[in-house]
């Protein structure tokens, strides 16, 4: 059973793949969601989806209750910014 890094750099390879499932230009549901990620045997799903929303992969409306994939990868300038503060968090500082 996969289950999600701690560290947010770490967590964008399982997030990245689990993005690539997702098809472009499709709106899904939440149990969808929840299915394309349980296809990856991780423990919690829920928890994956709120990862892929808070690192932009997929997009969510709350009032429609919908999720969309907005990229299967971040930039190079995302994870730079998440590197930086990846090492704020370890180092025991606020970011």
């Given at each position: 059973?996969?289950?999600?890094?701690?560290?947010?750099?770490?967590?964008?390879?399982?997030?990245?793949?689990?993005?690539?499932?997702?098809?472009?230009?499709?709106?899904?549901?939440?149990?969808?969601?929840?299915?394309?990620?349980?296809?990856?045997?991780?423990?919690?799903?829920?928890?994956?989806?709120?990862?892929?929303?808070?690192?932009?992969?997929?997009?969510?409306?709350?009032?429609?209750?919908?999720?969309?994939?907005?990229k299967?990868?971040?930039?190079?300038?995302?994870?730079v910014?998440?590197e930086?503060?990846?090492?704020?968090?370890?180092?025991?500082?606020?970011?």
């Open positions: 059973m996969i289950t999600l890094p701690k560290n947010d750099l770490k967590k964008q390879e399982i997030l990245q793949k689990i993005a690539k499932k997702v098809e472009k230009n499709k709106n899904y549901t939440e149990e969808q969601v929840n299915k394309i990620i349980e296809s990856f045997n991780v423990e919690d799903s829920t928890l994956f989806r709120r990862e892929l929303v808070n690192f932009n992969y997929l997009g969510k409306d709350s009032y429609k209750e919908i999720y969309w994939l907005k299967y990868i971040l930039s190079e300038d995302e994870l910014k998440i930086s503060n990846q090492k704020k968090i370890e180092k025991g500082g606020v970011y």
